[in-house]
């Protein structure tokens, strides 16, 4: 039986367990493992229509829906004021993709292939923006402790221009991408009719949005009883949970050698995050009651800065090999170690 649907099952399961009031653990950890197949059935209908709208359509509905369950989760957070966790998810994923999701790729790929070499010219495209969408999201952070003692409003003020500003980048990064010869994957046969596929979109965005409630409203408890701080859940486990997907096929293509495409997902995921999903929060924020602001903490950004430079550099010579994913991997564990002995 395909495990996907296998993971089906704990969507009922959190339901029940949410409404029969087990341990919060019990209720966080069935939601979480919920969304996974949902978040992968949301991908599928993605691609199902994308393949139906043709290449320029398709790749801005791949980028437009790329990282929605993580965005509705988030959303939710919002909801019940759990900015904190909001935040760290945002770094969480983009640690992510450039640490974790890179360097697996650059550790399996490398097992199975040796040295696989790649188009560096794309990849150090998405470095570079990658860079910049940091240096973005460490602008209002550094400016924002001083203007804060002048204005509080200046602060919120600042974080939407900057947001405003992440998302006209983000729009013609995405223009631009249409105009390259990017190497695609290849598309399975179509399985789904039009209106299977957008029902299947409805209905799984729907069923993540409910287990999203179930599993935010399980945050604080579990912090309680697990002794684990609201910032580790959102760096780590959060960001997994809703790009598990992408994270597979990106390791998937780099097992199969096709770096190019291995390398676009786990960077342009991470650009998704930085310059799409990050200012979207921060507009939607403003109609949830709760503002968000892009102010991070000094050890969020230095986690950032240090993860896009690690990404720059294994872009630039255009080879990967398994000691370099090997590399990846080891920064990322020891970040989240780092983050896991953090005090609240």
Do not use: C
């Not at 069923?207 to 580790?232: C, D, K, N, Q, Y």
């Not at 709760?290 to 950004?301: G, R, S, V």
């Amino acid at each position: 039986m395909n495990a996907w649907m296998v993971l089906l099952a704990f969507v009922p399961l959190a339901v029940l367990a949410d409404l029969l009031g087990w341990p919060p653990v019990v209720v966080f950890g069935t939601a979480a493992l919920g969304v996974v197949p949902l978040a992968r059935f949301l991908s599928q209908a993605t691609e199902e229509l994308a393949a139906r709208a043709g290449p320029r359509v398709g790749r801005l509905l791949n980028a437009t829906l790329g990282n929605a369950a993580e965005l509705i989760i988030a959303l939710f957070a919002i909801r019940e004021g759990l900015l904190d966790l909001v935040k760290a998810s945002i770094t969480g994923s983009i640690l992510g993709n450039i640490l974790l999701i890179l360097g697996m790729g650059f550790l399996l790929g490398g097992r199975r292939h040796g040295v696989q070499r790649f188009d560096r010219g794309q990849a150090g495209v998405n470095a570079t923006m990658l860079s910049l969408a940091v240096i973005a999201l460490a602008v209002p952070s550094l400016f924002g402790h001083t203007i804060e003692e002048v204005s509080h409003m200046a602060v919120e003020y600042l974080s939407l221009g900057v947001a405003a500003v992440m998302m006209l980048l983000y729009a013609l990064s995405v223009a631009y991408s249409f105009g390259l010869p990017l190497e695609e994957e290849a598309h399975a046969p179509r399985r789904w009719s039009l209106r299977v596929a957008l029902g299947v979109l409805m209905g799984s965005t729907a069923l993540i949005a409910w287990l999203s409630e179930i599993l935010v409203g399980a945050v604080e408890p579990v912090v309680l009883s697990l002794g684990v701080t609201e910032f580790f859940l959102g760096i780590v486990v959060v960001p997994l949970v809703g790009n598990v997907v992408e994270h597979l096929v990106a390791v998937q293509m780099a097992v199969k050698n096709r770096m190019e495409l291995s390398l676009a997902i786990s960077l342009g995921s991470g650009l998704q995050v930085a310059l799409f999903v990050a200012p979207v929060l921060v507009f939607a924020s403003l109609l949830l009651g709760n503002p968000l602001t892009l102010i991070f903490n000094q050890f969020e950004l230095i986690a950032l800065v240090a993860a896009s430079l690690l990404a720059t550099l294994a872009a630039l010579d255009g080879e990967s090999n398994w000691l370099e994913g090997a590399q990846l991997l080891a920064v990322y564990v020891i970040v989240a170690l780092a983050f896991y002995f953090l005090p609240a």
